[in-house]
Structure formats: structure tokens, C-alpha cells
């Protein structure tokens, strides 16, 4: 009886590592497939900098995801429907009170505020109906043209500029060729690229002006999902503190354009107010936003 049970030992002992082994291959399985993340596909820059962004937050985790391009591009009021309804698992968007109220955002800015800085696009020989110009009352007296559903619109008229809405964003540019309105705000990173695409229209970038209002983008995911939000904040954090967020930031080629040829430090400020911002913003938290004017190249 003792050499039989001798015997048994062996083969008990290789069902109960066997089972082990299957039951953690099989969480691991399970775990795998919870922890893929659905997002969008797309190739502008914001979307491949947010990709690449939120695959470094993921990266600092202890927890295992993987980001999928699984969904093609559309429409905003789309793509939050489709994470409302999951569908989708992550999405990128300036804030807003709407978009807070249907979403769960992650309250990092992505592009540490860099969007809400802009400059004018006007046309060539028109610069000096900008050198003058100190104030925001200053600017009160020159004509802005702008998309007439952009969330931008809503904050130069909220500060009671002249602003000339338009449907068609291709027209801005041909209009404001065509003198119907003096100037065209533009995020800081975008004016050199788009001035490329109508190389027949005369225009050019204001030398002087800097406008800027706050205007983060966040990640944001679906109300119920606390854990892969704190996950992401963590993730973001962990990111900040050890050097990674700035050097991905200060290396992503729109970022580094802006830092070559918007030459924001040496801009004279005008800050408008947002009256759409969430209350729950971090404003006051300096680790999270980029400030030209203290920063050190």
C-alpha cells in the first residue's frame, strides 16, 4: 500500500500543476481580451498623437491592455454615441459641459493646453492693420471669420469680438482672401499646413498676436467604466512624473512645428474667457499645461 500510494503521488501531482497551469492560461486568456481596448482608426496628426499618447499611459500599468484601431473615423455626435453604447472604449475630444455630462473624461489634457493657444491667419500686406493691437479691446476692431458651429465661435463671440461665421471651412480661406474679414484664428499648430494647400491665395501668419482661452482634450470613456478611467489617469501620471509625457509631447512633429515657427513666447498675450468650460477642470494644476511663455528651449 505505502509503494502504491508512492506511485499515485507522481501522477496527483501532474493533473493539479496541469489544472493550475490551464487555469491561469485561461484568466490570462480572459484578461487578454477584457483589456483590449477599442479606438478609433485615422492618420491626422491629433490621431496618431493620441494613439500614441494613451499606448504610453497603458505602457506605465501593471495591468495588460492593448489599443486596437477597430472602428473606423466619423462624426463626433457618432463616435460618442458609439462609446455611450459600447461600441468603443476611448475617444479624444476637447471638453466640453455636454460632453462631460455623457462621457467619463480623464481630466489630463492630452496636448497640455497647447490647442487653446492661437494665432491669425490674414492676408499678405495686411499687417499693419494688426500692429497696433495690445488688448482685447484692441482686437474688437478687426473682423474674425470663423466655422458658424465651431465651439471656438462660441468663445470669441462670448467676449464680444466681430466674428463672421461661415459654413464651409474651405471658404474661410478663400474669403479671407477675398477681404471679407481681416483675420482667421487658428489653432497654433495648424495655419503652415493649411496656407500649403491654397498656395494660390495670399496669405500669411500675423507676427504679433497670441490669443488663447482654456481648451483642453481629453481621453474620455464610457460613464460605467471607473476602472479603465483610473487606469488611464494612472497611467498619465505615472507619465508626468517620470519624464515621458514632456518628452512625448515636446517630440511629436506638429508640436515641435509650432515651437519653430509660431514663435509664441515672444507674442503679446490676449486671454479670452470660456464661458463653456467645465468647472471641474484643473486649471490650477501647473504640471498639466504647457506655458510658452516660461518655457526653455
Not at 17 to 34: I, N, P, R
Not at 235 to 242: C, S
Not at 251 to 259: A, E, H, L
Request: charged residues 20%; contains cysteine; glycine residues 6%.
Amino acid at each position: 500500500m505505502h509503494s502504491e500510494t508512492l506511485q499515485a503521488r507522481p501522477c496527483n501531482t501532474y493533473l493539479v500543476l496541469s489544472a493550475l497551469l490551464f487555469s491561469v492560461l485561461f484568466s490570462a486568456s480572459l484578461g487578454a481580451h477584457a483589456n483590449t481596448l477599442r479606438i478609433v482608426q485615422g492618420n491626422n496628426s491629433i490621431e496618431v498623437y493620441a494613439r500614441g499618447l494613451l499606448q504610453l499611459a497603458l505602457s506605465k500599468l501593471p495591468e495588460s491592455y492593448k489599443a486596437q484601431e477597430t472602428v473606423p473615423n466619423t462624426s463626433e455626435e457618432r463616435m460618442v454615441s458609439m462609446l455611450m453604447d459600447n461600441q468603443l472604449d476611448v475617444v479624444w475630444y476637447a471638453t466640453t459641459n455636454e460632453l462631460e455630462e455623457k462621457l467619463q473624461p480623464i481630466r489630463i489634457p492630452i496636448y497640455r493646453g497647447l490647442l487653446g493657444y492661437r494665432v491669425l491667419m490674414i492676408k499678405k500686406g495686411t499687417q499693419h492693420k494688426f500692429n497696433g493691437i495690445k488688448t482685447l479691446s484692441d482686437l474688437r476692431q478687426v473682423s474674425l471669420g470663423q466655422g458658424h458651429f465651431w465651439a471656438d465661435t462660441n468663445v470669441l463671440t462670448a467676449n464680444s469680438l466681430n466674428v463672421v461665421r461661415v459654413l464651409k471651412y474651405e471658404g474661410l480661406f478663400y474669403m479671407l482672401d477675398g477681404d471679407r474679414f481681416d483675420a482667421f484664428p487658428r489653432g497654433a499648430h495648424e495655419p503652415w499646413s493649411e496656407m500649403q494647400r491654397y498656395p494660390d491665395l495670399a496669405l500669411e501668419v500675423e507676427q504679433n498676436l497670441l490669443l488663447s482661452y482654456t481648451n483642453p482634450f481629453y481621453f474620455f470613456v464610457n460613464k460605467t467604466n471607473t476602472k479603465l478611467a483610473q487606469d488611464i489617469e494612472r497611467g498619465l501620471r505615472l507619465a508626468i512624473e517620470d519624464g515621458s509625457f514632456d518628452a512625448y509631447f515636446f517630440n511629436d512633429p506638429t508640436v515641435k512645428d509650432v515651437m519653430t515657427k509660431a514663435n509664441l513666447k515672444n507674442r503679446t498675450l490676449i486671454k479670452l474667457d470660456n464661458p463653456g468650460l467645465p468647472k471641474n477642470t484643473p486649471v490650477d494644476d501647473a504640471s498639466l499645461w504647457f506655458n510658452p511663455y516660461t518655457f526653455n528651449e
